[in-house]
Protein backbone atom coordinates (compact mmCIF):
# COMPACT_ATOMS: atom_id res chain seq x y z
CA UNK A 1 0.00 0.00 0.00
CA UNK A 2 1.52 3.56 -0.68
CA UNK A 3 2.36 5.81 1.62
CA UNK A 4 -0.32 8.80 2.69
CA UNK A 5 1.09 12.35 1.37
CA UNK A 6 1.15 14.43 4.10
CA UNK A 7 -2.34 15.89 3.91
CA UNK A 8 -3.54 13.17 4.09
CA UNK A 9 -1.96 12.06 7.32
CA UNK A 10 -2.65 15.80 8.18
CA UNK A 11 -6.51 14.99 8.26
CA UNK A 12 -5.71 11.78 9.91
CA UNK A 13 -4.34 13.72 12.93
CA UNK A 14 -6.77 16.69 12.83
CA UNK A 15 -9.14 13.56 13.32
CA UNK A 16 -7.53 12.71 16.28
CA UNK A 17 -7.33 16.14 17.41
CA UNK A 18 -10.47 16.86 17.27
CA UNK A 19 -11.48 13.48 19.52
CA UNK A 20 -9.61 14.71 22.12
CA UNK A 21 -11.06 18.08 21.88
CA UNK A 22 -14.82 16.28 22.40
CA UNK A 23 -13.11 14.54 25.49
CA UNK A 24 -11.76 17.65 27.35
CA UNK A 25 -15.40 19.36 26.23
CA UNK A 26 -17.28 16.81 27.78
CA UNK A 27 -15.18 15.27 30.66
CA UNK A 28 -15.78 11.48 29.41
CA UNK A 29 -12.30 10.13 29.84
CA UNK A 30 -10.34 7.95 27.08
CA UNK A 31 -11.05 4.62 29.81
CA UNK A 32 -14.80 5.55 29.55
CA UNK A 33 -14.71 6.22 25.90
CA UNK A 34 -12.71 3.27 25.79
CA UNK A 35 -15.21 0.88 27.33
CA UNK A 36 -18.22 1.87 25.17
CA UNK A 37 -16.21 1.74 21.97
CA UNK A 38 -14.29 -1.89 22.74
CA UNK A 39 -11.21 -0.75 22.99
CA UNK A 40 -8.32 0.58 25.40
CA UNK A 41 -7.80 3.81 26.91
CA UNK A 42 -4.16 3.09 25.50
CA UNK A 43 -5.86 2.60 21.66
CA UNK A 44 -7.69 5.73 22.65
CA UNK A 45 -4.48 7.53 23.06
CA UNK A 46 -3.37 6.55 20.03
CA UNK A 47 -5.88 7.04 18.05
CA UNK A 48 -6.36 10.53 19.03
CA UNK A 49 -2.58 10.75 18.30
CA UNK A 50 -3.52 8.97 14.62
CA UNK A 51 -1.14 6.11 15.40
CA UNK A 52 -4.09 3.77 15.14
CA UNK A 53 -7.06 4.57 12.56
CA UNK A 54 -9.85 2.15 13.32
CA UNK A 55 -12.97 1.97 11.52
CA UNK A 56 -16.59 3.41 11.31
CA UNK A 57 -18.04 2.23 14.03
CA UNK A 58 -15.79 2.94 16.34
CA UNK A 59 -15.91 6.66 14.81
CA UNK A 60 -19.44 6.08 15.04
CA UNK A 61 -19.81 4.81 18.52
CA UNK A 62 -17.72 8.18 19.28
CA UNK A 63 -20.48 10.09 17.94
CA UNK A 64 -22.81 8.87 19.84
CA UNK A 65 -20.65 9.00 23.23
CA UNK A 66 -19.81 12.39 22.43
CA UNK A 67 -23.42 13.33 21.16
CA UNK A 68 -21.80 15.20 18.19
CA UNK A 69 -24.57 15.16 16.16
CA UNK A 70 -22.91 13.38 13.05
CA UNK A 71 -20.39 15.90 12.86
CA UNK A 72 -17.43 13.26 14.13
CA UNK A 73 -18.23 10.62 12.09
CA UNK A 74 -19.05 13.25 9.08
CA UNK A 75 -15.08 14.32 9.61
CA UNK A 76 -14.33 10.12 9.32
CA UNK A 77 -16.07 9.42 6.61
CA UNK A 78 -14.44 12.51 4.92
CA UNK A 79 -11.40 11.30 5.29
CA UNK A 80 -11.57 8.11 4.06
CA UNK A 81 -13.10 9.56 0.59
CA UNK A 82 -10.50 11.45 0.38
CA UNK A 83 -8.21 8.29 1.06
CA UNK A 84 -9.83 6.42 -1.22
CA UNK A 85 -9.98 8.64 -4.08
CA UNK A 86 -5.82 9.06 -3.63
CA UNK A 87 -5.41 5.63 -4.02
CA UNK A 88 -7.33 5.29 -7.16
CA UNK A 89 -5.18 7.66 -8.44
CA UNK A 90 -2.17 6.43 -7.10
CA UNK A 91 -2.86 2.79 -8.95
CA UNK A 92 -3.81 4.41 -12.28
CA UNK A 93 -0.53 5.91 -12.39
CA UNK A 94 1.59 3.07 -10.92
CA UNK A 95 -0.83 0.49 -13.67
CA UNK A 96 -0.18 3.42 -16.55
CA UNK A 97 3.88 3.11 -15.20
CA UNK A 98 3.90 -0.57 -15.53
CA UNK A 99 2.49 -0.51 -18.55
CA UNK A 100 4.87 2.07 -20.17
CA UNK A 101 7.65 0.12 -18.81
CA UNK A 102 6.58 -3.53 -20.47
CA UNK A 103 5.54 -2.00 -23.73
CA UNK A 104 7.69 0.58 -24.37
CA UNK A 105 10.79 -0.94 -25.48
CA UNK A 106 12.12 2.07 -26.46
CA UNK A 107 12.08 3.85 -23.18
CA UNK A 108 14.94 5.13 -20.97
CA UNK A 109 14.58 4.64 -17.32
CA UNK A 110 15.68 7.75 -16.91
CA UNK A 111 12.08 9.08 -19.07
CA UNK A 112 10.55 6.68 -16.98
CA UNK A 113 11.53 8.72 -13.79
CA UNK A 114 10.58 11.84 -15.56
CA UNK A 115 7.10 11.09 -16.58
CA UNK A 116 6.98 9.58 -12.67
CA UNK A 117 7.93 12.87 -11.20
CA UNK A 118 5.61 14.82 -13.86
CA UNK A 119 2.68 12.35 -13.09
CA UNK A 120 3.26 12.79 -8.95
CA UNK A 121 3.01 16.57 -9.62
CA UNK A 122 -0.76 15.83 -11.60
CA UNK A 123 -1.43 13.42 -8.79
CA UNK A 124 -0.81 15.96 -6.09
CA UNK A 125 -2.72 18.87 -7.54
CA UNK A 126 -5.02 16.74 -7.97
CA UNK A 127 -5.24 15.95 -4.65
CA UNK A 128 -5.57 19.61 -3.48
CA UNK A 129 -8.11 19.64 -5.56
CA UNK A 130 -10.05 16.09 -4.18
CA UNK A 131 -9.58 17.77 -0.82
CA UNK A 132 -11.02 21.27 -1.20
CA UNK A 133 -10.79 23.71 1.86
CA UNK A 134 -9.06 20.81 4.31
CA UNK A 135 -5.83 21.10 1.74
CA UNK A 136 -6.34 24.86 1.54
CA UNK A 137 -5.90 24.91 5.24
CA UNK A 138 -2.49 23.56 4.89
CA UNK A 139 1.02 24.74 3.75
CA UNK A 140 -0.65 25.66 0.41
CA UNK A 141 -2.21 28.45 1.24
CA UNK A 142 -0.64 29.51 4.28
CA UNK A 143 2.45 30.53 2.23
CA UNK A 144 0.56 32.29 0.05
CA UNK A 145 -0.83 34.43 2.75
CA UNK A 146 2.13 34.62 4.04
CA UNK A 147 3.56 35.95 1.09
CA UNK A 148 0.54 38.37 0.70
CA UNK A 149 0.43 39.81 4.18
CA UNK A 150 4.51 40.23 3.95
CA UNK A 151 3.97 42.56 0.99
CA UNK A 152 1.05 44.61 3.10
CA UNK A 153 3.24 44.35 6.10
CA UNK A 154 6.45 46.15 3.93
CA UNK A 155 3.75 49.00 2.63
CA UNK A 156 3.50 50.19 6.24
CA UNK A 157 0.05 51.68 5.75
CA UNK A 158 -1.49 52.66 8.82
CA UNK A 159 -5.17 52.05 9.07
CA UNK A 160 -7.31 54.96 8.85
CA UNK A 161 -11.35 55.41 8.77
CA UNK A 162 -11.01 54.17 5.24
CA UNK A 163 -10.17 50.98 5.80
CA UNK A 164 -12.91 51.01 8.73
CA UNK A 165 -15.12 51.65 5.71
CA UNK A 166 -14.03 49.03 4.11
CA UNK A 167 -14.23 46.72 6.73
CA UNK A 168 -17.80 47.65 7.72
CA UNK A 169 -18.87 46.67 4.35
CA UNK A 170 -16.94 43.52 4.13
CA UNK A 171 -18.64 42.68 7.44
CA UNK A 172 -22.68 43.38 5.56
CA UNK A 173 -21.37 41.32 2.96
CA UNK A 174 -20.54 38.06 4.42
CA UNK A 175 -23.96 39.31 7.30
CA UNK A 176 -25.86 38.24 3.55
CA UNK A 177 -23.47 35.63 2.19
CA UNK A 178 -23.36 33.06 5.11
CA UNK A 179 -27.14 32.80 4.88
CA UNK A 180 -26.97 30.98 1.20
CA UNK A 181 -23.41 29.99 0.54
CA UNK A 182 -21.87 26.13 1.89
CA UNK A 183 -19.77 27.30 4.96
CA UNK A 184 -16.93 25.12 2.73
CA UNK A 185 -17.32 28.07 0.44
CA UNK A 186 -16.95 31.37 2.88
CA UNK A 187 -15.24 29.45 5.62
CA UNK A 188 -11.73 29.77 3.56
CA UNK A 189 -12.27 33.42 2.70
CA UNK A 190 -13.41 34.32 6.23
CA UNK A 191 -10.14 33.18 8.10
CA UNK A 192 -8.32 34.45 5.03
CA UNK A 193 -10.17 38.25 6.23
CA UNK A 194 -10.05 37.95 9.29
CA UNK A 195 -6.28 37.81 9.11
CA UNK A 196 -5.91 40.75 7.41
CA UNK A 197 -8.46 42.83 10.04
CA UNK A 198 -6.46 41.25 12.97
CA UNK A 199 -3.43 43.13 11.29
CA UNK A 200 -5.20 46.41 10.34
CA UNK A 201 -6.26 46.34 14.00
CA UNK A 202 -2.69 46.24 14.94
CA UNK A 203 -1.87 49.91 13.06
CA UNK A 204 -4.70 51.42 13.78
CA UNK A 205 -5.73 54.23 16.17
CA UNK A 206 -8.58 55.43 17.64
CA UNK A 207 -11.71 56.18 16.30
CA UNK A 208 -10.60 53.96 12.98
CA UNK A 209 -9.76 51.06 15.97
CA UNK A 210 -12.66 50.93 17.34
CA UNK A 211 -14.54 50.79 14.27
CA UNK A 212 -12.44 48.13 13.06
CA UNK A 213 -13.07 45.99 16.24
CA UNK A 214 -16.74 46.20 15.89
CA UNK A 215 -16.35 44.56 12.48
CA UNK A 216 -13.83 41.95 13.86
CA UNK A 217 -16.88 41.50 16.35
CA UNK A 218 -18.73 40.57 13.64
CA UNK A 219 -17.22 38.69 11.98
CA UNK A 220 -15.86 36.13 14.57
CA UNK A 221 -19.48 36.02 15.11
CA UNK A 222 -20.67 34.84 11.20
CA UNK A 223 -17.05 32.54 11.46
CA UNK A 224 -19.41 30.60 14.51
CA UNK A 225 -22.53 30.80 12.58
CA UNK A 226 -20.11 28.95 9.74
CA UNK A 227 -19.43 26.27 11.90
CA UNK A 228 -22.58 25.83 13.45
CA UNK A 229 -23.65 25.25 9.92
CA UNK A 230 -20.74 22.29 9.41
CA UNK A 231 -21.95 21.14 12.83
CA UNK A 232 -18.39 21.39 14.41
CA UNK A 233 -20.07 23.06 18.02
CA UNK A 234 -16.67 22.98 19.85
CA UNK A 235 -15.02 25.35 16.76
CA UNK A 236 -18.03 27.69 16.75
CA UNK A 237 -17.73 28.13 20.74
CA UNK A 238 -14.43 29.41 20.17
CA UNK A 239 -15.62 31.44 17.65
CA UNK A 240 -18.37 33.04 19.87
CA UNK A 241 -15.97 33.83 23.19
CA UNK A 242 -13.85 35.84 20.78
CA UNK A 243 -16.86 37.86 18.85
CA UNK A 244 -18.22 38.17 22.69
CA UNK A 245 -15.35 39.35 23.97
CA UNK A 246 -14.83 42.18 20.59
CA UNK A 247 -18.02 43.37 21.16
CA UNK A 248 -17.13 44.11 24.92
CA UNK A 249 -13.68 45.59 23.90
CA UNK A 250 -15.87 48.45 21.58
CA UNK A 251 -18.16 49.07 24.31
CA UNK A 252 -21.56 48.79 22.59
CA UNK A 253 -24.41 47.34 24.47
CA UNK A 254 -26.32 46.93 20.90
CA UNK A 255 -23.48 44.57 19.66
CA UNK A 256 -22.78 42.50 22.59
CA UNK A 257 -26.58 41.93 22.70
CA UNK A 258 -26.81 40.72 18.83
CA UNK A 259 -24.07 38.73 19.34
CA UNK A 260 -25.32 37.21 22.66
CA UNK A 261 -28.88 36.70 20.80
CA UNK A 262 -27.62 34.98 18.06
CA UNK A 263 -25.51 32.91 19.89
CA UNK A 264 -28.70 31.56 22.35
CA UNK A 265 -30.56 30.84 19.15
CA UNK A 266 -27.75 28.93 17.11
CA UNK A 267 -27.09 27.15 20.52
CA UNK A 268 -30.72 25.52 19.81
CA UNK A 269 -28.98 23.05 17.64
CA UNK A 270 -26.23 22.31 20.45
CA UNK A 271 -26.68 23.03 24.14
CA UNK A 272 -29.06 22.15 26.92
CA UNK A 273 -32.30 23.91 26.99
CA UNK A 274 -30.84 24.97 30.66
CA UNK A 275 -27.86 26.23 28.49
CA UNK A 276 -29.97 28.10 25.87
CA UNK A 277 -31.88 29.83 28.68
CA UNK A 278 -28.70 31.02 30.34
CA UNK A 279 -27.55 32.35 27.13
CA UNK A 280 -30.99 33.69 25.95
CA UNK A 281 -31.29 35.51 29.48
CA UNK A 282 -27.77 37.10 29.36
CA UNK A 283 -28.32 38.51 25.84
CA UNK A 284 -32.08 40.33 27.11
CA UNK A 285 -29.90 41.57 29.82
CA UNK A 286 -27.02 43.15 27.72
CA UNK A 287 -30.06 44.46 25.96
CA UNK A 288 -31.94 45.91 29.10
CA UNK A 289 -35.13 44.43 27.88
CA UNK A 290 -35.68 47.06 25.21
CA UNK A 291 -37.10 46.20 21.69
CA UNK A 292 -33.65 45.35 19.33
CA UNK A 293 -32.67 42.76 17.35
CA UNK A 294 -29.90 41.15 20.13
CA UNK A 295 -33.07 41.44 22.88
CA UNK A 296 -35.98 39.63 20.27
CA UNK A 297 -33.20 37.01 19.57
CA UNK A 298 -32.62 36.50 23.01
CA UNK A 299 -36.51 35.64 23.68
CA UNK A 300 -36.69 33.96 20.12
CA UNK A 301 -34.26 31.27 21.91
CA UNK A 302 -36.25 31.27 25.18
CA UNK A 303 -39.16 30.53 23.68
CA UNK A 304 -37.90 27.84 21.34
CA UNK A 305 -36.24 26.48 24.17
CA UNK A 306 -39.06 26.61 26.40
CA UNK A 307 -41.33 24.63 24.20
CA UNK A 308 -38.83 22.04 23.50
CA UNK A 309 -38.94 20.90 26.74
CA UNK A 310 -42.42 20.85 27.15
CA UNK A 311 -43.23 23.94 28.92
CA UNK A 312 -46.16 24.62 26.07
CA UNK A 313 -47.75 27.41 28.33
CA UNK A 314 -44.63 29.11 29.11
CA UNK A 315 -43.87 28.94 25.28
CA UNK A 316 -46.74 30.53 24.39
CA UNK A 317 -46.62 33.17 26.93
CA UNK A 318 -43.35 34.02 25.55
CA UNK A 319 -44.34 34.00 21.86
CA UNK A 320 -47.25 36.93 22.98
CA UNK A 321 -44.00 39.09 24.50
CA UNK A 322 -41.99 38.62 21.33
CA UNK A 323 -44.51 40.14 19.26
CA UNK A 324 -44.82 42.74 21.58
CA UNK A 325 -41.52 43.69 21.15
CA UNK A 326 -41.28 42.91 17.85
CA UNK A 327 -44.63 45.74 17.14
CA UNK A 328 -42.11 48.81 18.95
CA UNK A 329 -38.95 47.52 17.10
CA UNK A 330 -37.28 50.52 15.55
CA UNK A 331 -37.98 50.74 11.90
CA UNK A 332 -34.44 50.22 10.59
CA UNK A 333 -33.77 47.35 12.64
CA UNK A 334 -36.40 45.45 10.58
CA UNK A 335 -36.73 45.15 6.47
CA UNK A 336 -35.85 42.35 4.07
CA UNK A 337 -34.14 38.84 5.16
CA UNK A 338 -30.87 40.31 3.96
CA UNK A 339 -28.64 40.17 6.52
CA UNK A 340 -28.29 37.87 9.85
CA UNK A 341 -28.49 41.23 11.94
CA UNK A 342 -32.19 42.18 10.75
CA UNK A 343 -34.91 41.28 12.58
CA UNK A 344 -37.74 40.34 10.41
CA UNK A 345 -41.56 39.43 10.38
CA UNK A 346 -39.77 35.85 8.90
CA UNK A 347 -38.09 35.02 12.42
CA UNK A 348 -41.83 35.74 14.06
CA UNK A 349 -43.47 33.23 12.03
CA UNK A 350 -40.99 31.16 12.46
CA UNK A 351 -40.99 30.60 15.87
CA UNK A 352 -44.80 30.81 16.16
CA UNK A 353 -44.22 27.61 13.47
CA UNK A 354 -41.85 25.73 15.84
CA UNK A 355 -43.89 26.16 19.26
CA UNK A 356 -47.83 25.75 18.06
CA UNK A 357 -45.95 22.55 16.09
CA UNK A 358 -44.13 21.37 18.85
CA UNK A 359 -47.39 21.76 21.13
CA UNK A 360 -49.86 20.29 18.51
CA UNK A 361 -51.52 23.18 17.78
CA UNK A 362 -51.86 22.41 13.37
CA UNK A 363 -54.30 24.61 12.11
CA UNK A 364 -51.95 27.66 14.25
CA UNK A 365 -48.87 25.85 13.31
CA UNK A 366 -49.96 25.27 9.34
CA UNK A 367 -51.53 29.07 9.61
CA UNK A 368 -47.87 30.58 10.68
CA UNK A 369 -45.73 28.40 7.82
CA UNK A 370 -48.44 29.05 5.01
CA UNK A 371 -47.38 32.98 6.47
CA UNK A 372 -44.29 32.73 5.92
CA UNK A 373 -42.81 30.45 3.54
CA UNK A 374 -43.68 33.32 0.86
CA UNK A 375 -41.32 35.43 2.53
CA UNK A 376 -37.98 34.06 2.28
CA UNK A 377 -36.02 34.65 -0.60
CA UNK A 378 -35.22 32.32 -3.86
CA UNK A 379 -32.22 31.19 -3.10
CA UNK A 380 -32.49 30.70 0.87
CA UNK A 381 -32.58 26.76 1.93
CA UNK A 382 -32.41 26.49 5.89
CA UNK A 383 -35.61 28.56 6.69
CA UNK A 384 -38.06 27.14 4.14
CA UNK A 385 -36.91 23.47 4.88
CA UNK A 386 -37.22 23.71 8.77
CA UNK A 387 -40.62 25.08 7.83
CA UNK A 388 -41.39 22.46 6.27
CA UNK A 389 -40.18 20.34 8.34
CA UNK A 390 -41.80 21.66 11.15
CA UNK A 391 -45.06 21.06 9.41
CA UNK A 392 -43.94 17.75 9.38
CA UNK A 393 -43.53 17.91 13.28
CA UNK A 394 -46.95 18.96 13.77
CA UNK A 395 -48.66 16.24 11.63
CA UNK A 396 -46.55 13.36 13.97
CA UNK A 397 -47.93 15.43 17.02
CA UNK A 398 -51.79 15.29 15.80
CA UNK A 399 -50.92 11.41 15.01
CA UNK A 400 -50.24 11.24 11.31
CA UNK A 401 -47.40 10.38 11.74
CA UNK A 402 -46.97 8.01 8.32
CA UNK A 403 -47.82 11.48 6.69
CA UNK A 404 -45.45 13.31 8.84
CA UNK A 405 -42.53 11.80 7.77
CA UNK A 406 -43.44 11.29 4.37
CA UNK A 407 -43.62 14.96 4.49
CA UNK A 408 -40.27 15.13 5.77
CA UNK A 409 -38.93 12.45 3.50
CA UNK A 410 -39.82 14.62 0.27
CA UNK A 411 -38.34 17.83 1.60
CA UNK A 412 -35.49 16.09 2.44
CA UNK A 413 -35.14 14.27 -0.79
CA UNK A 414 -35.45 17.97 -2.86
CA UNK A 415 -32.32 18.99 -1.07
CA UNK A 416 -28.38 18.94 -2.35
CA UNK A 417 -26.13 16.80 0.05
CA UNK A 418 -24.38 19.66 1.79
CA UNK A 419 -28.06 21.20 2.39
CA UNK A 420 -29.32 18.37 4.38
CA UNK A 421 -25.64 18.55 6.09
CA UNK A 422 -26.60 21.84 7.26
CA UNK A 423 -26.25 22.16 10.94
CA UNK A 424 -29.74 23.65 11.12
CA UNK A 425 -31.73 21.31 8.45
CA UNK A 426 -29.65 18.20 10.18
CA UNK A 427 -30.43 19.02 13.96
CA UNK A 428 -34.20 19.86 13.41
CA UNK A 429 -34.71 16.80 11.11
CA UNK A 430 -33.33 14.68 13.46
CA UNK A 431 -35.50 15.87 16.58
CA UNK A 432 -38.55 15.47 13.94
CA UNK A 433 -37.80 11.75 13.37
CA UNK A 434 -37.13 11.21 17.16
CA UNK A 435 -40.56 12.30 18.01
CA UNK A 436 -42.07 9.48 16.01
CA UNK A 437 -43.76 6.81 18.65
CA UNK A 438 -40.94 4.48 19.59
CA UNK A 439 -43.16 1.42 18.16
CA UNK A 440 -42.86 3.22 14.70
CA UNK A 441 -39.39 3.54 14.67
CA UNK A 442 -38.25 0.55 12.67
CA UNK A 443 -40.85 0.53 9.97
CA UNK A 444 -39.28 0.94 6.55
CA UNK A 445 -40.87 4.92 6.41
CA UNK A 446 -38.86 5.96 9.18
CA UNK A 447 -35.37 4.19 8.68
CA UNK A 448 -35.37 5.76 4.96
CA UNK A 449 -36.01 9.17 5.98
CA UNK A 450 -32.84 8.56 8.29
CA UNK A 451 -30.92 7.03 5.38
CA UNK A 452 -31.12 10.79 3.73
CA UNK A 453 -29.94 12.22 6.94
CA UNK A 454 -26.43 9.48 7.01
CA UNK A 455 -23.36 11.71 6.56
CA UNK A 456 -22.41 11.50 2.81
CA UNK A 457 -18.91 11.27 2.06
CA UNK A 458 -17.10 14.29 0.46
Not at 93 to 115: I, L, Q
Not at 307 to 335: C, F
Amino acid sequence: MARLPEPLAELRRELGRTLAAYRESTGINQTELGRRTGYTRSSIAHIEKARQFPGRRFWAAADRTYRADGALLARYDAVVAAETRWRELDELRRDETARRCTHGADVTGAEVVADTEKEDDVNRRTLLALLGPAALGGPVLENLEQARRGLDGVLGVPAADRDADEWEQVAADYARQVQFQPPSRTLPALTADFADLRERIATAHDPARTRLVHSAAQLAALTAFSFVFLREHLAAQRWWRTAGRAATTVGDPRLSARIGGKQAIMSLYSATPERVLALADRAIALGESKPSPGVLSGWSARTQALARIGRDDDARAAVDRLTELYERLPEQDRGENTSVWRWTSQQLYFVRSEVYSLGGRVDSAFEAQDAVLPLYAPDSFQGPTQIETHRARALIQSGEVENGVAHLTATLDALDDWQRADGLVHRTAVDTLDAVPADEQRKPYVTDARTLLAPTPA
